[in-house]
């Protein structure tokens, strides 16, 4: 199996900085897409950032110019900086990764268990 391990939220001030990790480990052939989700309460996973395995990032209209997404393959690891941060980017953060676990299998999609971000003053 893969298991994904958020680290890196907590309480930020509006316009502050958090940084996110996310590291994969378990059975690992090659993994693809990595990326960032949040939810809030009796809300839907609404997608924050994602970035592939090579090629270009891709971000939510509402975290553009604020939210960096970067990974280290060599860590399996996947990091999110939010800066500038807003009390609506207040929602636990997910972590996600489709993995491959052999080079026989499809890519499998895998989620961490979330980590909380709070912005308020």
């Known amino acids: 199996q893969v298991q994904l391990v958020e680290s890196g939220g907590g309480l930020a001030q509006p316009g502050g900085s958090l940084r996110l990790s996310c590291t994969a480990s378990?059975?690992?052939?090659?993994?693809?897409?990595m990326g960032w989700y949040r939810q809030v309460p009796g809300a839907q996973r609404e997608l924050v950032a994602t970035?592939?395995?090579?090629?270009?990032?891709n971000y939510a209209d509402f975290v553009k110019g604020r939210f960096t997404i970067s990974r280290d393959d060599a860590k399996n690891t996947v990091y999110l900086q939010m800066n500038s941060l807003k009390s609506e980017d207040t929602a636990v953060y997910y972590c996600?990764?489709?993995?491959?676990?052999?080079?026989?299998?499809?890519?499998?999609?895998?989620w961490g268990q979330g980590t909380q971000v709070t912005v308020s003053s």
């Open positions: 996600y990764a489709r993995v491959r676990r052999n080079a026989l299998l499809r890519e499998e999609p895998f």
């Open positions: 378990g059975t690992i052939y090659r993994i693809n897409t």
């Open positions: 970035i592939p395995n090579g090629g270009t990032s």
